[in-house]
């Protein structure tokens, strides 16, 4: 068996921590414990665990030591050439990653939202995505009218609703911020005369339009208004904000939404924020992502971008 074959064959059988091959090697440059440890920015303790694990694992002694200088040995030598490569390509794997450069990802970024958020980030996240030189594509899906979305792991693509979502373990989820609800009305309607609407004084004669898929109103907000949801008694549902202001603008709907600035290109239409006893009502967002894309440098860009966005509501 050779020294190679050994070395794999000892790795194999007692598996150990890598990073400790850098305790190793950095003993070996400096020979003494008080050098190696300003190199490495860790205390002599630490370095004297590392070697005692080291030990364990190889059963051999690493190091001649000499009023307090270390010396390797034969075996410590050999063992670190076949070391150092790999400690050099892991190095540069981590680099590479620091390294990552947004502007070269080519594909299609899809982001899923029901029609309500797609009104609201469409645009502004393009936008987002453009200011950072991105190269990519982009793609807005509807979210589907009943559950999740269903995410191709080889497809870049993220889910935005409200948050928190009830997911299997194939997706991760994170929490975006929040942007409050509020309600849109034809102006001279009697809940303008308020600053914020009081959910109490919503009656059940309330006519309301909706887009489909909605936003999910999350379980809180059910149960801590469900004393004031008023029956609804014309409940129209359509595909676009759009066709929504239109409805609310000349047959007297209201509609629940961000205002999203919508309001000041339809002059007959104005916008309240809803409260409960004075204080506003925020709809807490997030967005969801496959597993497979778990700490892939990209998914840090989309996080900014979603900040970006999520600045943009105030």
Sequence with gaps: MTLVHSYVHILMKQFCDLNLFRY??????????????????????????????LRDNFG???????????????????????AEPAMDDLSALYRSADDYDFTKEQGTLVVYAPNAFSDLITL????????????????????????????????????LNTYPFDIDKQLVQHYAGDFPLGIFCRKGHELLTQDIVDISTLTSD?????????????????????????????????????????????????????????HLNTPNVDWRPIGIDGEIIKLKYGWIHHRTWY????????????????QSFD
């Design 24 to 53: 190793l090697s950095a003993l070996a440059q400096y020979g003494r414990l008080d050098r190696a440890a300003f190199h490495l920015g860790v205390s002599r303790s630490t370095i004297n665990r590392a070697l005692s694990e």
């Design 60 to 82: 051999n002694e690493l190091f001649i030591v000499e009023q307090g200088q270390y010396s390797a040995t034969r075996f410590t030598k050999e063992l670190l050439v076949k």
């Design 124 to 159: 502004k996240f393009y936008l987002a995505m453009q200011e950072r030189g991105s190269q990519l594509k982009f793609e807005s899906r509807s979210w589907p009218a009943h559950g999740i979305p269903n995410f191709n792991s080889e497809e870049i693509a993220i889910g």
């Design 206 to 262: 309330l006519k309301l339009v909706r887009m489909s898929p909605k936003v999910a109103i999350p379980k809180w907000l059910h149960e801590k208004s469900a004393e004031y949801i008023p029956t609804v008694a014309a409940d129209l549902t359509v595909s676009s904000l759009s066709v929504a202001l239109a409805c609310v603008e000349q047959h007297d709907f209201c509609m629940f939404a961000h205002h999203g600035g919508y």
């Design 295 to 310: 700490q892939h440098p990209i998914m840090k860009v989309i996080k900014d971008i979603i900040h970006d966005v999520n």
